[in-house]
C-alpha cells in the first residue's frame, strides 16, 4: 500500500507557529488515514523550531528552491535567522518519506516549509506569492510529487496511477 506524506497539522496535531493545527475535515484524508496510509510530519517542528514561535517566511518571497541553493533565507517576523531549522526539517521530512516509501505528499498550502503553489512574500504583510516552501522544493526535487490540501482529488488521481 503506497504512503503518503502529510502535514501534521492537516491531522489536527497542534505544531503551528501559533500553536493550533488546521485539521481537514476532507473525507479523501479521512479515508486514507483509515487505509493506514498516511504519515503525519511538521518539518518546522522536527527541525527543531518550538510551539508557539514566531510566524516565519522566506525573504522576498523566493521560494524554497532559493533556500536550498543558498541565496535566500527564512526569516522570523522578529528577524531571527530560522533557515537551518527550516532546511533540518526538509531533510528529515525526505528521510520520513522515503522510510514510509512514499511518493507523494499532501502538505499544508502557504507555509514557508509546505506551501507547494504559494508562500508568503516575506513582508509579513498576509500576501502570498507564486512558489514552493522549503520541504517541498526537497521533497520535488528527489522525485516526491507534492500536492496542497486543496488539491486532494489531483492527489488521489496520482495516487491512482502509483498503484496501477
Do not use: N
Not at 501559533?18 to 487505509?35: F, H, I, M, P, Y
Not at 533556500?67 to 522578529?78: K, N
Request: with cysteine; glycine share 14%.
Amino acid at each position: 500500500m503506497e504512503k503518503i506524506l502529510v502535514s501534521a497539522c492537516l491531522m489536527g496535531r497542534r505544531v503551528r507557529y501559533d500553536g493550533g493545527a488546521k485539521t481537514s475535515s476532507a473525507a479523501v484524508l479521512a479515508g486514507w488515514r483509515e487505509e493506514g496510509r498516511l504519515v503525519p510530519f511538521c518539518p518546522e517542528v522536527e527541525g527543531g523550531l518550538p510551539i508557539p514561535r514566531p510566524a516565519a517566511e522566506i525573504e522576498r518571497g523566493a521560494g524554497g528552491a532559493a533556500v536550498l541553493e543558498g541565496t535566500a533565507r527564512v526569516l522570523a517576523a522578529d528577524g531571527t535567522d530560522v533557515t537551518r531549522e527550516f532546511l533540518a526539517g526538509a531533510r528529515l521530512a525526505l528521510e520520513a518519506a522515503r522510510a514510509a516509501g512514499a511518493r507523494l505528499a499532501v502538505l499544508k498550502e502557504g507555509s514557508p516549509s509546505c506551501g507547494a503553489l504559494a508562500v508568503y512574500d516575506g513582508a509579513f504583510q498576509g500576501r502570498r506569492v507564486p512558489g514552493q516552501g522549503v520541504t517541498t522544493a526537497l521533497l520535488e526535487r528527489h522525485g516526491i510529487r507534492v500536492f496542497s490540501e486543496d488539491q486532494l482529488a489531483e492527489a488521489a488521481g496520482y495516487l491512482r496511477t502509483l498503484e496501477t
